[in-house]
């Protein structure tokens, strides 16, 4: 893998980066001062600055104050501390709302969203993108070339969804590029249901609130356009940046199940996907999901490692109840992203805020100052991600994917008119990872343009929507001797939306070896039990499928109610591999016994099968060593872990052999030699 500003930037740190989101703009310079001191103190190597600094940058149009920013990136320089300096594109000044409303974005509901929140921008305003690109141009002429830049960082948590008549002139061009013409939308939209035909591209809008139903291709189209008009927005700042200097990184910063963006599209974009997670230190399954987001974040760039760039050290301010992280859940968690690809810890936000939104949002350095348990825990914790030094840049292997699709996520929640209209995308993938978690597969996640070529099983969870050559790759990857374990109501439509032609599911009846008649959401309650063919039963709920083998056995079958003897799993064997697909919602554990004995056939490796599942397992390498993370989440027992060969244990330094105890929410990162 190649990527020379990634591989300059871990130099430049000296391994994995320690830091986080820094906002002197808010403070008077003699804080500046004390911040850098306990910033050495904590082990800090890289602070994201000027994130939301745009009125203290350009305080009137035109007239540039970075005086300041001079100030501080010498002073962290001095101090030995890199610079991930942010265009502060996410918070466009009051003055140019005021001069020019029409960048502020209007809502679905068409109210127009006004100045003093944040992301107040519509991402198709011209005006918006000239003010953005102008504010960079000035930071990169200025600091490109300064010795405490790293990395650029540019806004902030690309977002909004704007429906102002920029975008709807947006949305048309972005339709004509893709159609190229109007009988070819009309026909993608199939306008002609409703008499919705356009007959001249100025009728096209931006789909506002549906006041009746609106037509689910057009909104789909829209959810693509949006996503596609923020990321040009990254693009032309990122193209500024480069223009005065191409070896510095350029990245921005993603959310967790973030709907609004197809990351799949992004990151290619960029020099390394970058993630703010914000685990709910009050759900006691958090860093499951967390753990699926390190996965994806890994995978969006092919396996390379990725960027924590965001993360509370301890309460966050932003829900209902905001509970702290116990002692010891901020260094796991940290540990944890380490262990799934990430080459940075970093945190929103360095100093705690006196006023402002988030005022109560927790800090590297607390309201409570440097004699603090959150600043110990920080220091310490900087300490040890300097130790980690040596797993910077290496990756992981996965035998296991999970498909993760953007389109497919829009398909199945974006647009009512479904058989239900109450599915969650994000709860169904996380039923099928959940399973693998427990059990400590490594797992990749992939998008249908993904490479298969290395996976032995291909997890599809309710994929409704996928474009052709998503059903190619899911297709071939079968034939050519994959296991591809599969989800009801997937490969119903096409990249339209519209339902593919000869029965359900017209993308994959040759592939499962099924036809299905019609598809039956349960009624509220309604249970029913499945008899599997090695006599277990299990219980069933929420959708059925009148399902009719073509080929395709099945694995188990309905042993009540209007479909009694109907298949509820088939199985497939397709080319020279296998499908199995659940054409209900099966108990958890009868799903999962059902997944984990697809992997064990499909020859996938597990080296951690046994260890519980609270004892999380995650392997990076490079030619040389591994590096094994054993992550206690149990925050009462200690795991006695028998591990082979010899290491040693990073953060403590001490030779590990034989067996190691992993204590309570405790870490142990033991590297040796690479098994081949
Ligand atoms: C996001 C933002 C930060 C801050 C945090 C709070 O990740 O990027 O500016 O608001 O949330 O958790």
Redesign the pocket.
Known sequence: MTDPRMRAFRDRVGGLAYGG?YNPEQWDPGVWREDVRLMREAGVDLVSLG?FAWASLEPEPGRYEFGWLDEVMDLLHENGIAVNLATPTAAPPAWLSQRHPEVLPVMADGERFGFGNRLHYDPSSPVYREYAANITTRLAERYSFHPALAMWHIS??YGPTAYNAAASAGFRRWLQRRYGDLATLNEAWTTRFWGQVYTDWDQVEVPGVPRTWMNPSRILDFKRFTSDALLECFVAERDIVRSFRDDIPVVT?FMRFYRHADYWRWAPEEDAAAL?I?PDPADPDAHVSAAFQFDLFRSLKGGRPWLLM?Q?ASA?S?WRLNVVKEPGRMRLGSLQAVSRGADSVMF?QWRAGRGGH?RF?SAMLPHSGPDSRTFREVTALGREVGRLAPVAGTTTRAEVAVLFDWNGWWGLEEVWGLPRNDFSYVDTVMRHYRPLWEHHYAVDVVSTRSDLSSYKVLVVPNAYLMDDEGVAAVTEFARGGGTVVMSFFSGVVDACNRVRPDGYPGAFRRLIGAKIDEYWPARPGERFTVDFADGRTATADWWREDIHLEGGTALATYADGLLKGRAAVVANDFGAGRVVYFATLLEQDAFDRVLLGELRAAGVENRFDGLPAHLECAVREDDRHEYLFLLNHDAQASVAVPVDGHGTDLLTGLPASGEVTVPPLGAVVMRRARRV
């Open positions: 989101d994130v902030n948590e910063n703010d914000y965001e509370a966050v932003q929103f988030e949002h």
